[in-house]
T-cell receptor, first 115, second 114 residues
Framework: KAGVTQTPRYLIKTRGQQVTLSCSPI?????VSWYQQTPGQGLQFLFE???????NKGNFPGRFSGRQFSNSRSEMNVSTLELGDSALYLC??????????????FGEGSRLTVL | TQLLEQSPQFLSIQEGENLTVYCNSS?????LQWYRQEPGEGPVLLVT?????EVKKLKRLTFQFGDARKDSSLHITAAQPGDTGLYLC??????????????FGQGTTLQVKP
């Protein structure tokens, strides 16, 4: 079956702009979570959605937001971009969500560069 | 402060050598996963351990979950160049406030030279 698809794979923005990233989970998976990966901080949890509801949110400013649609596809948005937002943004899907309820399948990520 | 401390951060060894990567925490995890990530790709799950003291083997890889569920280790026997990559441990905390949230270690970059 098709894996997790993230678009775009690469993008370059300037400070102050906003960006929207998209994630299509594996068919049948209802949980989508987002992570930010940087060399200094590693993978940091952003948020998790299950059946269109945000169940959990990490310690990121309100500039980071997300949503999930009825078909389980998810988007995340970052407004007023800062240089420090440059990172690889990873989306992961799972059947039910949560570590104890199944494997996380990660996409290849969207690499954001903020100039 | 990193909730999951992973060590070493970098490891460069010769083909055929053995190695161990450690993942430690002061917190108790309901279960723990190990992932491997290659450049340009997302992490891929290697194993999930859920019971304190549990040992799982995947070919030349041996994973152990500490008795108190606060630590884990990954041991690779006779490493091969194909083992090169970033190894990540990730744990889930119990409680409804932690639903869907994985805490990752900083990762161990492994290079196996032929």
């Amino acid at each position: 079956k098709a894996g997790v698809t993230q678009t775009p794979r690469y993008l370059i923005k300037t400070r102050g702009q906003q960006v929207t990233l998209s994630c299509s989970p594996i068919s049948g998976h209802r949980s989508v979570s987002w992570y930010q990966q940087t060399p200094g901080q590693g993978l940091q949890f952003l948020f998790e959605y299950f059946s269109e509801t945000q169940r959990n949110k990490g310690n990121f400013p309100g500039r980071f937001s997300g949503r999930q649609f009825s078909n389980s596809r998810s988007e995340m948005n970052v407004s007023t971009l800062e240089l420090g937002d440059s990172a690889l943004y990873l989306c992961a899907s799972s059947l039910l969500g949560g570590l104890n309820t199944g494997e996380l399948f990660f996409g290849e990520g969207s690499r954001l560069t903020v100039l | 402060t990193q909730l999951l401390e992973q060590s070493p951060q970098f490891l460069s060894i010769q083909e055929g050598e053995n190695l161990t990567v450690y993942c430690n925490s002061s917190s108790v995890f309901s279960s723990l996963q190990w992932y491997r990530q290659e450049p340009g790709e997302g992490p891929v799950l290697l194993v999930t351990v859920v019971t304190g003291g549990e040992v799982k083997k995947l070919k030349r890889l041996t994973f152990q979950f500490g008795d108190a569920r606060k630590d884990s280790s990954l041991h690779i026997t006779a490493a091969q160049p194909g083992d090169t990559g970033l190894y990540l441990c990730a744990g889930g905390l119990a409680g409804s406030s932690n639903t869907g949230k994985l805490i990752f270690g900083q990762g161990t970059t492994l290079q196996v030279k032929p």
